[in-house]
């Protein structure tokens, strides 16, 4: 690392040292200088910026952290860009927190920026789901909206998620106004701290209560769950904001036998139970499903910190608990929606489902054989919201998700949301019981009919500055030397989301794709296969996502089935690990 480099870090440290800097924050800057080269690097190489998820990053000084200042800056310049957008117009603000460490904090200096600058402000009185504050926006009808939260991040990070006024997450071009704004404040005495408390309006119980009835409307099949009201469902929020409202709305919903995980209950932004608060990984479901078996449940759901993702495990044939990969939760979903909007003459040909390019295609193809149609967009539930909008009220969407746990089951709002979700995932399996089949059952149905797919996700760590950098050079090596064949099977079609171009090898031709530009890279192989690749944008990895299909002739041949896919799958994910050094 050159000499200038340093210099630039040190000279951006030594301003967070000024009296502007709260003492606390002065000492721990003054002693990365002194001791800690490698942490001070990282935490001021550069400032925290956008990206699928919003502003996210590890709690701590420094302009590559989330702190009061960086909060604070994101704050005024969404503060400076909202009274612009909407001249002359009374301009109000939802903002909810999860259960982290520092999100109350977060989200009352978030409050008191924007009322400082003259807006209202809508705060929940403690923590609330993503999905909730997307409601609540569009309820309330405010410009714009703020969650603080890191998802399903380790216990060190935090985020700030910032919501426009249909309630999706900001899209261009208001994220990057967003960004020039904060980028135009050049001390920390630009920002507005201390607004009047009259400004902020302190919401809870009302907004939670039309959100329950709102989710309610989604129900497909009431009668079942009277016939099956009693079904086993155990839910753990993973010490997150599900804990009430989740539980809430499936007793609406009129299910009777809940069980808690009481250890997973106790809000804590710590996590003390798992090692990850993330539903997509197993291990976080092993005191749900302790708990399933010592009750004999039928289904175990767990969400993340946020309540936007959902987890769900089901017995198999031989009565064994396994967590279903979102691609699979998905698939029941839009199934089920589907499938009993056209046996009660629901669909008028205007419906449509939202899935992203990294889903699994087993979606498209539940759709298109029910003359429902199917849009691929990018990563990011804010893709969704925008479509929506574009869209309008000439079409009408009715469900979808992607393959990371998330899901929308309904319009009622403009994220992924895991309260709606778990609520008609327990529908789905009282629905089933009333004809004598489990959810994984159902999964082998859908197989049956559309296809088995398999899918796989690895994801590949790599922090810091140099962790970024190596995650470039990953991406670039694949678009400068792409394979032509993987596992002795031949490429056919490239997709470069990044300059927006389909090639099609066999033919030897390009096309443009009607994508916004997304560093994404997609190989489409000859018998069906698709390996996508992207770094993520909240998180220091670069994911590959690997998809194989066949057609299940017999229902008895699944295990078998599935054996030989995941076999394919894994020497797909052996040679492309082989080529990240090319």
Not at 227 to 239: C, F, Q, R, S
Request: hydrophobic share 35%; aromatic share 8%.
């Amino acid at each position: 690392m050159n000499d200038k480099y340093l210099e630039t870090i040190y000279q951006r440290a030594q301003l967070w040292t000024s009296s502007e800097y709260d003492e606390e924050t002065r000492k721990e800057v003054m002693q990365m200088m002194e001791n800690d080269e490698i942490k001070l690097i990282d935490s001021f190489y550069k400032d925290l910026e956008f990206g699928t998820g919003g502003l996210r990053g590890i709690m701590g000084p420094g302009t590559n952290r989330m702190n009061r200042y960086t909060v604070g800056m994101a704050t005024q310049g969404m503060a400076n860009y909202l009274v612009k957008n909407f001249p002359g117009k009374d301009i109000s603000v939802a903002i909810a927190h999860d259960c982290r460490n520092n999100s109350r904090q977060f989200s009352e200096i978030t409050a008191g920026i924007f009322s400082a600058n003259g807006l209202k402000v809508y705060l929940f009185e403690s923590l609330r789901p993503t999905p909730e504050l997307s409601f609540a926006i569009r309820q309330l009808g405010c410009q714009s909206g703020v969650i603080i939260t890191a998802s399903h991040n380790p216990p060190e990070y935090n985020g700030y998620k910032a919501y426009w006024e249909d309630g999706g997450q900001v899209t261009a071009p208001h994220d990057r106004n967003i960004i020039e704004e904060v980028r135009k404040i050049n001390t920390v005495s630009e920002i507005k701290f201390d607004g009047p408390a009259a400004n902020i309006i302190s919401i809870g119980k009302d907004i939670d209560e039309l959100f329950i009835n709102t989710i309610k409307k989604i129900s497909l099949n009431r009668q079942c769950i009277q016939e099956k009201n009693d079904i086993g469902i155990v839910y753990t929020p993973i010490h997150g904001t599900g804990v009430k409202i989740i539980p809430a709305t499936l007793r609406e919903f009129g299910f009777t036998n809940i069980i808690n995980v009481p250890e997973q209950d106790v809000i804590d932004g710590n996590f003390p139970t798992v090692t990850s608060p993330n539903p997509e990984e197993p291990a976080a479901f092993k005191m749900a499903l302790e708990k399933a078996a010592e009750h004999g449940a039928d289904i175990a759901m767990a969400t993340d910190p946020d309540g936007d993702r959902i987890g769900v495990a089901v017995k198999n044939r031989s009565g064994e608990f396994v967590v279903l990969n979102g691609n699979q939760t998905g698939a029941i979903l839009t199934w089920y929606i589907i499938s009993q909007m056209k046996e009660k003459k629901m669909l008028t040909g205007k419906e449509y489902i939202i899935k992203t390019v990294v889903t699994s295609d087993l979606l498209d193809r539940i759709a298109e054989k029910n003359n429902v149609e199917c849009y691929n967009v990018l990563t990011g539930f804010k893709y969704f919201a925008s479509l929506m909008g574009k869209l309008g009220t000439g079409k009408k969407y009715i469900g979808g998700g992607e393959e990371s746990f998330g899901y929308l089951p309904g319009d009622y709002v403009r994220d992924k949301d895991a309260v709606g979700s778990c609520a008609l995932v327990a529908e789905v399996a009282a629905f089933m019981a009333c004809r004598g089949k489990t959810l994984f059952d159902t999964l082998i149905d859908i197989y049956y009919e559309y296809g088995l797919f398999r899918e796989k996700l690895v994801n590949i760590v790599r922090k810091g500055k140099e962790g970024a950098e190596e995650i470039n050079r990953i991406m670039s090596n694949f678009r400068k030397k792409p394979p032509a064949e993987i596992n002795n099977t031949e490429v056919v079609k490239i997709i470069d989301y990044q300059i927006g171009t389909m090639k099609d090898l066999k033919a030897d031709t390009v096309q443009s794709i009607d994508f916004e530009k997304s560093n994404v890279l997609q190989f489409l192989l000859v018998d069906g296969t698709k390996i996508s690749m992207r770094p993520s944008g909240t998180e220091p990895k670069i994911k590959f996502y690997f998809s194989v299909n066949d057609r299940l002739e017999n229902k008895s041949d699944y295990e078998k089935k599935e054996a030989d896919l995941d076999a394919r799958i894994e020497g797909l994910v052996k040679e492309m690990s082989d080529r990240l050094e090319l």
